[in-house]
T-cell receptor, first 115, second 113 residues
């Protein structure tokens, strides 16, 4: 069974640009979570999608947004990139319902560098 | 507001030793607590999930305990191996956070051959 996949693996952008990160959950999982892990900082929760809807949002500005498609894959969009957006962006999936009630399975991440 | 602390931040031990990693949390109203490992520059791998009604979970050489009343969890690694070297993270699912996992900063573990 395939795990959570993310694309691209690495990305280099400049300040002010926009970026889209993609995530495909494990088959049968309906919940997708996005996290940011900046260098030297812990994991910060960004977004939770379940059944196509945004269920919860972390303490991030509106320029961080996303969506979940009918096949449960998800995109994370970041507009007007800033230097401090440089981080490893992790996607996780789980069975639907109560977020975190089931184990979250993580993808390998997308390393975003903003110059 | 739930806060999760992991001590120590880093640990280096010789191969073969048994070791304990600690995780503490401030709000005992949790659904569950999870332990993950992260290898450098990579995603996370779930190790153990302990529901709030459970006291411990075991998987191979790993044993995680949970004491909700004292806000503590420990991850016990038996007979450590160099392949256990990684950063270990704990996370709690808190009832008042709309099902958001709250993460500790992790313990970086190095097992010396």
């Amino acid at each position: 069974e395939a795990g959570v996949t993310q694309s691209p693996t690495h990305l280099i952008k400049t300040r002010g640009q926009q970026v889209t990160l993609r995530c495909s959950p494990i088959s049968g999982h309906t919940s997708v979570y996005w996290y940011q892990q900046a260098l030297g900082l812990g994991l910060q929760f960004l977004l939770w999608y379940d059944e196509g809807e945004e269920r919860n949002r972390g303490n991030f500005p509106p320029r961080f947004s996303g969506r979940q498609f009918p096949n449960y894959s998800s995109e994370l969009n970041v507009n007007a990139l800033e230097l401090e957006d440089s981080a490893l962006y992790l996607c996780a999936s789980s069975r639907g319902g109560l977020a975190g009630a089931d184990t979250q399975y993580f993808g390998p991440g997308t390393r975003l560098t903003v110059l | 507001k739930q806060e999760v602390t992991q001590i120590p931040a880093a640990l280096s031990v010789p191969e073969g030793e048994n070791l304990v990693l600690n995780c503490s949390f401030t709000d005992s109203a949790i659904y569950n607590l999870q332990w993950f490992r992260q290898d450098p520059g990579k995603g996370l791998t779930s190790l153990l999930l302990i529901q709030s009604s459970q006291r411990e979970q075991t998987s191979g050489r790993l044993n995680a305990s949970l004491d909700k009343s004292s806000g503590r969890s420990t991850l016990y690694i038996a007979a450590s191996q160099p392949g256990d070297s990684a950063t270990y993270l704990c996370a709690v699912l808190t009832m008042d956070s709309n099902y958001q996992l709250i993460w500790g900063a992790g313990t970086k573990l190095i097992i010396k051959p």
